[in-house]
């Protein structure tokens, strides 16, 4: 069966604004968890604590572990501060505007990346070897550890 080009079009624009809605509710979790606007400073402190733990900081490492967390904490309230915006104007947003927003927050976190790497780089050499290896292993893991966590499994040591 042969299309016409109106038919051809029609399911060319059918097509398109599926795209774009899935494009759409695929970003649109980053509003559910602004919904608390403090969430990620909540969570920054929690993984701070945790890695404190993880990592058997010692009184000498102190300094450098502060800031560490102080970049985690600066990061946070840069994410909190964009993903409440973003719930905020959420109704109002146009696709365009959607997208826009959801750039920010991914520059966002991709400048904490770059900011916090030298101040965790600068913790991680003067660590001990046993230190270095949990800190390979806590990155390592990554979000599937977290989200175990989260869920109220036992982080696995693979």
């Given amino acids: 069966m042969k299309l016409s080009d109106h038919q051809f079009t029609n399911a060319s624009l059918r097509l398109?604004?599926?795209a774009a809605l899935a494009t759409t509710?695929?970003?649109a979790p980053a509003v559910v968890f602004a919904a608390d606007k403090d969430a990620h400073e909540d969570r920054a402190e929690l993984r701070i604590k945790h890695m404190h733990a993880m990592l058997k900081i010692t009184p000498t490492q102190?300094?450098?572990w502060a800031k560490?967390?102080?970049t985690m904490r600066d990061n946070a309230k840069t994410m909190d501060?964009?993903?409440q915006a973003r719930a905020d104007h959420a109704k109002e947003m146009t696709a365009v505007d959607d997208?826009?927003?959801y750039g920010e927050i991914a520059e966002a976190h991709a400048d904490?990346?770059?900011k916090l790497t030298p101040a965790f780089a600068s913790l991680y050499a003067g660590m001990s070897d046993a230190q270095k290896l949990e800190a390979d292993s806590v990155f390592r893991r990554g979000d599937s550890a977290r989200k175990n966590h989260k869920h109220g499994n036992a982080p696995t040591n693979k």
Wanted: aromatic letters at 4%; glycine letters at 10%.
């Fill in 62 to 64: 102190e300094e450098q």
């Fill in 16 to 18: 398109i604004a599926a």
């Fill in 112 to 114: 904490g990346l770059r």
């Fill in 81 to 83: 501060g964009l993903t």
């Fill in 99 to 101: 997208l826009k927003s």
């Fill in 68 to 70: 560490v967390a102080e």
């Fill in 25 to 27: 509710l695929a970003f």
